[in-house]
């Protein structure tokens, strides 16, 4: 499968700050680019997902920055909360049945 | 309903055992993947079902077998496996593997082989 490279590995923020979790990837084949969200003895759950059809997308407190150019997609969280903290995976995509490639993931930390 | 359903949550099994993980869902989807996760790392696919057939194989030892008995249920089973094994087996499925479109996730089975 197709690398997909997450940064950084983890992160502390205070509340109310904007955490940014950043993602790169390499095979321009990718049309499909979901953040999921982890917390300790679960599945990932969707968190967000955009298509290189758009630049941003918002859903709630989430929002993905997408620059197909430099072949990066971000996430930011505004207004974070420490109900937040969990890790989070950036993946890629394709049609065609390869399933998800995904990041190393971002251990988030949000302190009170 | 939006769930994957994956049982048992915890099994704990010997290298000589054979046993089983069984997944569920009941959102009409026909792609169902089975993900293997080590503590702090990301989710590495295993399989992919696509209506019911096999469709990839990430080159898993043949000591995990799957199993798709319809288009709702989807079986690992499990033999003669190794301590490194040990992992939160995640299932998966989605509405088409030709759209590849949300993934929904168990909640897994943590498996540990003594």
């Known amino acids: 499968q197709q690398q997909v490279k997450q940064s950084p590995q983890s992160l502390i923020v205070q509340k109310g700050g904007i955490p940014i979790i950043n993602c790169a990837y390499e095979?321009?084949?990718?049309?499909?680019f979901p953040w999921y969200q982890q917390f300790p003895g679960k599945g990932p759950a969707l968190l967000i997902a955009i298509r290189p059809d758009v630049s941003e997308k918002k859903e709630g407190r989430f929002t993905i920055s997408f620059n197909k150019s430099a072949k990066q997609f971000s996430l930011h969280i505004m207004d974070s909360q420490p109900g937040d903290s969990a890790t989070y995976f950036c993946a890629a995509g394709r049609g065609g049945a390869d399933g998800l490639t995904f990041g190393k993931g971002t251990h988030l930390i949000i302190q009170p | 309903d939006t769930e994957v359903t994956q049982t048992p949550k915890h099994l704990v099994m010997g290298m000589t055992n054979k046993k089983s993980l069984k997944c569920e869902q009941h959102m009409g989807h026909r792609a169902m993947y089975w993900y293997k996760q080590k503590a702090k790392k990301p989710p590495e696919l295993m399989f992919v079902y696509s209506y019911e057939k096999l469709s990839i194989n990430e080159s898993v030892p043949s000591r995990f077998s799957p199993e798709c008995p319809n288009s709702s249920l989807l079986n690992l089973h499990l033999h003669a496996l190794q301590p490194e094994d040990s992992a939160l087996y995640l299932c998966?499925?989605?509405?088409?593997?030709?759209?590849?479109?949300?993934?929904?996730f168990g909640e897994g089975s943590r498996l540990t082989v003594l």
């Open positions: 998966a499925s989605s509405q088409d593997t030709g759209y590849t479109g949300e993934l929904f």
């Open positions: 095979n321009t084949a990718f049309d499909y």
